[in-house]
């Protein structure tokens, strides 16, 4: 698919993305942040009995030092390597006409860019599309690949001798997102950035007076229970605020490893047909992971939103 004649090939590409360089080292930024929150925050699941079914924790496959290395680790540095080096042959050499990888890319960050600015505005997608757009491509990518004949089905584990089939136990590969150390690495990469976004958009003060600032012009023997008022539902925002790690984290992990489990137990259903029953909801889960890389970028283009935007006669209108 090409752009229209009056659309130069990689005047976009480049008026979205210069300098280039800048944007795929704020990309290899965000990218190598997240893998080393989720290596150094671990969010360990409880232990439980062994049982059949995908395990709510990442297996450790090595050691360097004192980091242990999970089969999800290593998911997520495969899928980050070829999203890099996909954009970088994408854009290695920008065409007039565009055709093959740079018109993907340009199609996928062009349509990124203008749904986001129909969002949150232009001004502030100027500032973050750098964010929204790596964590969007990313989640994608590890989605779909954790549906990748192998991943969660290659690795060390036992024969059960009642019926002669093999069990893995600690599988090679896992889906990423399947693990929660990961979402919740990319929720708190998030909420930290929201902060700096918010203080540059806002001010300390702003934002202050943005969560507990009475709304409105009030005025009279109303004005003090209104200050009241406000200041509580300011208590319960901040309260919200904290909150948002936590819901975005669990709604993606949750959303995957429901997935994955349920392929699990449509392969095992019938053991003769275990490569045939599960084919219909493969295509399903490729819908799943997308649409949940697409309400994780919403939900966090929105909550920056609310923090960052001004009032209506400020607002550039486009």
């Not at 130069?8 to 280039?20: A, D, E, I, N, T």
């Amino acid at each position: 698919m090409a752009f229209p004649p009056q659309v130069k090939s990689g005047f976009r590409l480049q008026h979205l993305m210069l300098p280039r360089h800048c944007f795929l080292r704020r990309t290899l930024a965000l990218l190598a942040l997240v893998i080393f929150a989720c290596a150094s925050v671990p969010v360990q699941a409880a232990e439980t009995v062994e049982h059949e079914g995908v395990s709510l924790k990442a297996a450790p496959l090595f050691e360097i030092g004192k980091l242990a290395v999970t089969n999800s680790m290593v998911a997520s540095w495969i899928a980050a390597v070829a999203v890099i080096i996909f954009a970088q042959m994408a854009t290695r050499k920008i065409q007039t006409v565009p055709s093959g990888a740079q018109n993907f890319w340009e199609w996928m960050v062009e349509g990124l860019y203008n749904f986001l600015e129909s969002i949150i505005g232009r001004d502030l997608v100027k500032k973050t599309f750098w964010f929204f757009a790596t964590i969007f491509i990313f989640i994608l990518f590890t989605n779909w690949a954790g549906l990748i004949p192998g991943v969660g089905t290659i690795g060390w584990g036992h024969r059960d001798p009642a019926t002669g089939l093999f069990h893995i136990d600690r599988p090679l590969f896992r889906g990423a997102n399947a693990d929660l150390n990961m979402t919740f690495a990319m929720a708190a990469v998030f909420f930290v950035l929201w902060i700096i976004w918010a203080i540059q958009a806002q001010g300390v003060g702003g934002v202050i007076l943005h969560l507990f600032g009475p709304k409105g012009e009030t005025s009279g023997f109303m004005k003090i229970p209104l200050i009241i008022i406000f200041f509580l539902v300011g208590l319960l925002e901040v309260v919200s605020i904290l909150f948002r790690p936590i819901s975005l984290s669990f709604r993606l992990f949750g959303n995957i490893y429901a997935g994955e489990t349920m392929l699990e137990s449509m392969s095992n259903l019938v053991p003769s047909l275990s490569w045939l029953i599960p084919i219909p909801f493969y295509f399903m889960e490729l819908l799943v992971g997308l649409v949940q890389a697409l309400v994780f970028m919403l939900l966090t283009a929105v909550f920056t939103l609310l923090i960052a935007q001004h009032e209506p006669e400020h607002e550039v209108h486009h």
